[in-house]
């Protein structure tokens, strides 16, 4: 199936119906009858010659120990989806529900990377010094002071695609501010 960005419900046949209610109850009978003997005393084999709405009530049980084991199980199908790199879009799409619904059911499903730690690194050319420093985003900044005690930066927004780039900007202003013209300590 092609789980994309459209809202997919994945359809199952009669016979797939039948065979899954088939197996469904197969797996609920003996949890029935384990609760309801645990209830009463009697054995598992007499569950069903009990008051038919204590039965009921044990067969209610038992499928709501099973809902929220089927609930961990999605959960865990989620997870494991998100952790090869599913967005909550397509978990959505799978589900039936929006991807805000998605976020919403499951929570922890979808880990994002961690952003890249910043790196940094100095310049220490014409008297003068300059941090560079990477951005979250990746691009390149600088603040620096110039040997005239003059501070500059790279601006505001301004990110460089390279260290190099913002290294050659931040010399350039280190070299406008040395401590004589000629750009000599």
Partial sequence: MNYGCRMMVP???????VELDKALYDALNP??????????????????????????????A????????VRRLTANAAAT???????????????????QGARKKWPDAVTRPAPPTARTSNLEIFGGTAELVQAPSGGWGWTGEGADGASGTAGEGVYYATAEEAAAHA???????????????
């Fill in 11 to 17: 359809e199952i046949t009669r016979e797939e119906q």
């Fill in 171 to 185: 010399g350039a202003f280190l070299k406008e501010h040395a401590s004589d013209s000629a750009g000599r300590p």
């Fill in 31 to 60: 949890l029935a009858s384990a609760i309801r003997s645990r209830q009463t005393g009697l054995p598992e084999d007499r569950m069903w010659d009990a008051d038919p709405v204590a039965v009921a009530l044990s067969v209610l």
């Fill in 62 to 69: 038992a499928w709501k120990t099973v809902d929220a084991e």
């Fill in 81 to 99: 989806a998100g952790s090869y790199g599913a967005s909550y879009e397509q978990l959505g799409a799978v589900w039936g529900i929006t991807r």
